[in-house]
């Protein structure tokens, strides 16, 4: 996770922003200078113009469809080339707004290519400390692309996104865990991105099973014990929750998260039906690691 | 009396031969004596009080008077009108200023209310289907207090609970179900469709511009140079597809509206669901609390109504974010919420205390009288709402009395009209000035207009009343009733005692000292000499209490436990000296000779009259010499002043009558072939008023009869054609302002005024002349006509007409009468000389 670069001493940590070019997310913009303020590392927007989207242009008999369905007409690739930039503009201009008040390092670049590659490549060219935030608003059908981000781009910790219902990133850090070798790190991670927002740290044990969750929970309170006295968190303890990823989204959700730290893959988001529900779920990013 | 001949320097040389036959003839006759004319005794000078007949060592002994002394004609008019029912009948209330009219209208007016009457309260609330048009509630007495504490302690529970309610599980997991069920359908139902589209070897990307589909394969979207190398059929088909595919696309995002509809109409019932039960909740007490209220029911619904409409009031800050320090914000200030609040008008006080109000404006402006809307400057417009709207002296007083000083309501722009408007209509509407005329252009509120039930009482001077009554067609239909106010009441002994008791008021009201019974007697003499005439009492409370204070600052300063005659006397003097300055140098010009006037010696032609000068407050006497010179003419009195434009129009009239009475007696079958001029010596400003008409007549008679006028007496009356000599106005400041002069220069015992008889009624003059009359010194003689006039003027019998048509010779009037003859006689000749010299073709007429 990028927490190792603090811990490291790394200093070629980075954030690298997907934007595709179809409606930014205010908050996953500032989620994503929110997490390199955290981590003290530039944020680098990585402006993709999809290849296939400019084949598809290039097609005299394909239409693009407006977001209303009012609307169905024939485009150009300047047509679409004119509005990329606009957004590229619009983008840069938020993240200045936003960034420049804490000192954040911005770069950007455009590239032409397929996105993941695209996603690949910037996050090879600086090591392998990179987090990638995604500009545009996450879909609850999104697992396979997630998944398939976090197994193609090596070079990267974590993945942060914004839901379609994220509003905000005022809130406690919730951190979900579900394995007790990841206990320490999430925890330097949440802390510093619970520091920054001055907000509390909130650690959730999310065991396979009952048993696994008191488990968890037991070394979550060995490890907060152990922990510097600049670390504050606090466990937090439901009833039951017999493993179910929905029972997990409705605690997080109830605790009214600006933050959430899982990992795709893990107890809360094990499949696609659960990335549903925790979308669906919360109004603050997600912070998902591998 | 003394008998006078003619000087015998006096030259007649100039006169024509025929007059000088007449009027020698005349001369030649010895001049006739006068009888002796007795001046007015001491005790007609001054009507004075013995102490002792009040019956009182100090005024704490009486009952301080109640209200008005002598006033019942304005007692009964103030009574019929405040009792009368109808609108129409309201109160003019005139009189002399500081004469105690609106503390005797109050006081009034406050025994008549003195039992509690429910008086309704009147609100001003929001009307939620047009905010423009603020509605008006009317309230039992001191309930609206009570309506506008609970409406914010609603709302201040609203805005605890309503929050609360919104956080609860309950609402958020209700509202999740309907987003999740809305959202997930859109994009189950997408990716169903790219299922599909990719089954079919279709690519459904998001672009900037929106969605787009082209052929895929093996992931990849086709690029164009491949897609054209495949079978025309095949690439006809792909096309056909992505046709279809794309209908399909926008079918689904074209429902999106009609679903985001169906998606806020389930949470504004769901939100609605959870505020209903808020609102309620909160509500329910006012609601009970005023059920018996319909209005204010009605209001309370439609609050609840619009409560749960705009519920999301409750759930914003509505705080600056810029502030510095967050306070919490009173609920009442909060613009969210001014719409539910209660703008109370008018109330009367608690429920079991109310009164019928009575309220007096001091500043009457339109605004202070109807109401005003006032605005709030934001972000450079102007604006207002319901809670601007400020209540009027109308509103304050509606159900009692409202009393305005007239003078001042005339005085303030559009007051006048909007107070009759106001009273014809009965009902008070709050209006700009200026949107009448046309001239608003910002936001404005039109609310209704408030039921007016008031009795408006005016207060002015006569003057004022009248001029009303005269031009202002509406006056006299509003102001049906008039309560006018005597200055003076009749100085009896019963009203002298009522004058004792006023006295007593005064001094407790202001917590003077007590006035002995020396100085009571000296108080109401003074009360008669403010009234000018000594059979009444002047009852201007103003002008008595400022006396009555001044003694009691006197009396303390001799460290005297009550106010003595002294300390009442010293007030006087003192009040006189501070503003007698300029009558000082108008005295000091005549005994210095800048301003010639003769007190003693005899004078042809030459007579002191006299003057009152008003400065302020303060009046005074002073003498002015008025000379008059004859000659042959053709009947004409120039009168000078009136030819330098310094003589006012009575003074012409005056100067005209004594032409007709010289004319009727003199000249019923002569011609007038007079020609005389007037003056009024060394005076450089306006004359007016007719007081010196007699004067100017005796200095007349004197030039035309050739016997001189005694210089130590002067003369004030005037005269009408009869020769009968009438009353005239400060009496009492011009003998006083003519006994200074005389006493400056020594009084000889033969100096005196003569006063028209009817003013000796008036008489209240100084203790200091009153003694040098009675010592003989000074004298004050009353005159009836102008022929009694003459003889204490001349000494010389002013003269009958005798059986054969003449005078008696050696009179005065024998002499007037021979000097016209002559006048006509000459002026006959030298017309017929003069004709004579033109039949001969003769030279000019010299």
Redesign the interface.
């Known amino acids: 996770m990028i927490a190792h670069v603090a811990a490291a001493g790394e200093a070629r940590g980075r954030v690298v922003l997907r934007v595709?070019?179809?409606?930014p997310s205010a908050v996953a913009l500032a989620a994503a200078v929110h997490v390199a303020r955290a981590y003290q590392s530039q944020l680098e927007s990585v402006f993709i113009r999809?290849?296939?989207?400019l084949?598809?242009?290039?097609?005299?008999?394909?239409?693009?469809?407006?977001?209303?369905?009012?609307?169905?007409k024939h485009?150009r690739p300047a047509?679409?080339d004119r509005?990329?930039r606009?957004?590229e503009r619009k983008v840069v201009q938020h993240l200045n707004q936003l960034a420049t008040p804490y000192d954040v390092p911005l770069h950007s670049r455009v590239v032409s290519d397929d996105p993941l590659r695209a996603l690949t490549a910037a996050c090879a060219e600086a090591g392998p400390w990179n987090v990638i935030a995604l500009a545009?608003p996450v879909?609850?059908?999104a697992f396979d692309q997630l998944a398939a981000i976090l197994s193609h781009v090596r070079d990267a910790t974590g993945l942060v996104l914004a839901g379609?219902?994220a509003v905000r990133t005022d809130g406690p850090v919730v951190i979900v865990v579900d394995d007790v070798a990841s206990i320490s790190g999430a925890i330097r991670a949440g802390s510093r991105l619970a520091e920054t927002a001055g907000q509390p740290l909130l650690v959730l044990p999310a065991g396979a099973d009952d048993p696994e969750t008191d488990a968890l929970e037991g070394h979550l309170r060995l490890a907060l014990a152990d922990a510097s006295e600049d670390t504050s968190a606090e466990i937090v303890v439901t009833g039951a929750l017999h493993g179910s990823p929905d029972a997990m989204a409705e605690v997080v959700?109830?605790l009214r998260p600006g933050f959430v730290i899982a990992r795709l893959g893990g107890a809360l988001i094990p499949d696609p039906d659960a990335l549903?529900s925790v979308i669906?779920?919360l109004e603050g990013p997600l912070f998902l690691v591998r | 009396m003394f008998f006078k001949r003619p000087p015998a320097d006096k030259t007649v040389a100039s006169r024509p031969e025929a007059e000088t036959s007449n009027a020698a003839e005349a001369e030649m006759q010895p001049l006739l004596e006068a009888e002796t004319h007795i001046p007015l005794p001491a005790a007609e000078l001054r009507r004075t009080i013995d102490p002792a007949s009040l019956n009182l060592t100090t005024t704490e002994d009486l009952e301080p008077a109640v209200g008005l002394i002598g006033q019942d004609r304005a007692l009964r008019a103030i009574e019929f009108a405040t009792s009368m029912p109808t609108h129409d009948y309201n109160l003019f209330v005139l009189g002399p200023p500081a004469s105690g009219k609106s503390t005797a209208v109050r006081a009034f007016l406050k025994d008549k209310t003195s039992q509690p009457r429910p008086v309704s309260d009147w609100i001003y609330v929001n009307n939620f289907e047009d905010p423009n048009r603020p509605r008006a509630l009317a309230l039992p007495c001191g309930r609206s207090p009570a309506l506008r504490a609970a409406m914010i302690a609603a709302l201040e529970e609203l805005r605890q609970t309503v929050p609360a309610m919104f956080e609860s599980?309950d609402y958020q997991s209700r509202r999740?179900t309907i987003?999740?069920g809305f959202?997930?359908g859109q994009?189950e139902a997408f990716?169903v469709l790219k299922a599909k589209a990719a089954e079919q070897n279709i690519?459904i990307?998001?672009?900037?511009?929106?969605?787009?589909?082209?052929?895929m394969h093996e992931g990849?979207?086709?690029?164009?140079e491949v897609?054209n190398t495949l079978p025309q059929d095949m690439r006809q088909g792909i096309?056909a597809k992505?046709e279809v595919l794309?209908r399909e696309?926008?079918?689904?995002?074209?429902?999106?509206?009609k679903s985001e509809k169906e998606r806020r109409e389930k949470l504004a019932d769901l939100n609605a669901e959870f505020a209903t039960l808020a609102v309620e909740q909160a509500l329910d007490d006012i609601k009970s609390m005023f059920a018996d209220l319909p209005e204010v029911h009605a209001h309370l619904e439609a609050c609840s109504a619009d409560l749960i409409r705009n519920i999301g009031v409750f759930l914003s800050s509505g705080e600056d974010e810029g502030q510095v320090v967050k306070q919490p914000v009173d609920i009442s200030r909060d613009p969210r919420f001014r719409r539910y609040m209660v703008n109370i008008v008018v109330t009367n006080g608690a429920e079991e205390t109310c009164s019928i109000p009575i309220v007096e404006e001091l500043n009457p402006t339109y605004g202070n009288l109807v109401g005003r809307i006032e605005h709030i400057a934001q972000m450079g417009a102007l604006l207002t709402d319901f809670l601007l709207l400020k209540p009027g002296a109308l509103h304050r007083a509606n159900g009692g009395y409202l009393l305005v000083d007239a003078r001042k309501l005339l005085m303030s722009p559009f007051a006048w009209e909007a107070l009759k408007r106001t009273i014809k209509a009965r009902e008070v509407r709050i209006e700009q000035p200026a949107e009448q005329m046309g001239f608003m252009s910002t936001q404005t509120l039109d609310p209704e207009p408030i039921p007016l039930d008031v009795k408006v009482i005016l207060f002015g001077d006569r003057q004022l009343y009248y001029l009303l009554a005269a031009h202002d067609e509406d006056f006299n239909g509003l102001f049906k009733v008039e309560a006018d106010f005597d200055d003076t009441i009749s100085r009896t002994p019963d009203n002298a005692a009522a004058y004792a008791r006023l006295i007593a008021s005064i001094t407790k009201r202001h917590a003077l000292k007590p006035v002995d019974a020396g100085g009571v007697a000296r108080l109401i003499e003074e009360g008669s000499r403010l009234a000018q005439d000594r059979q009444k009492l002047s009852i201007e409370v103003g002008r008595l209490a400022d006396l009555v204070r001044e003694a009691d600052y006197w009396a303390r300063y001799d460290d005297s436990g009550v106010i003595q005659r002294e300390h009442v006397q010293r007030a006087i003097a003192e009040a006189i000296q501070r503003a007698d300055r300029l009558r000082d140098r108008a005295q000091e010009t005549i005994t210095r000779d800048i301003v010639m006037i003769d007190t003693s010696g005899e004078k042809v032609g030459q007579i002191n009259g006299l003057a009152v000068l008003q400065l302020g407050a303060f009046a005074f006497g002073r003498p002015s010499r008025i000379t008059a010179r004859v000659r042959m003419g053709r009947g004409r009195i120039t009168d000078i002043e009136r030819e330098a434009k310094l003589g006012g129009n009575l003074h012409t009239k005056g100067v005209m009558i004594l032409w007709g009475f010289l004319a009727g007696r003199f000249a019923q079958d002569t011609p007038m072939a007079l020609a005389a001029s007037l003056v009024f010596e060394q005076s450089y400003g306006g004359v007016d008023g007719d007081s010196a008409s007699s004067t100017e007549l005796y200095a007349l008679l004197s030039a035309l009869s050739d016997v001189p006028i005694r210089q130590g007496l002067a003369v004030t009356g005037s005269v009408n054609q009869w020769g009968e000599v009438q009353a005239i106005g400060g009496v009492n400041e011009k003998i006083e302002g003519f006994f200074d002069v005389c006493a400056a220069g020594g009084l000889t015992g033969e100096q005196g005024v003569l006063i028209p008889k009817a003013n000796v009624q008036h008489l209240m003059l100084r203790e200091d002349i009153v003694a040098a009359a009675d010592e003989g010194r000074f004298h004050i003689h009353s005159i009836a006509t102008i022929d009694q006039g003459i003889e204490v003027l001349t000494g010389v019998k002013a003269g009958d007409r005798l059986p054969d048509g003449t005078f008696e010779p050696g009179s005065v009037n024998a002499r007037v009468e021979a000097r016209l003859k002559g006048f006509a006689e000459a002026s006959r000749s030298f017309a017929r000389s003069g004709e004579d010299q033109a039949g001969n073709g003769g030279a000019d007429t010299p």
């Open positions: 595709c070019g179809a409606g999809d290849e296939h989207v084949a598809m242009a290039s097609h005299p008999f394909t239409k693009v469809i407006s977001p209303s369905g009012r609307s169905v485009w047509d679409i509005e990329y606009a957004i545009e879909g609850g059908y379609r219902n959700r109830r549903r669906g779920a | 599980e999740r987003e999740e959202k997930s994009e990716e690519a990307l998001q672009t900037p511009m929106g969605l787009a589909m082209a052929p990849k979207v086709v690029k164009p897609f096309e992505i794309q696309l926008a079918d689904i995002l074209q429902s999106v509206p």
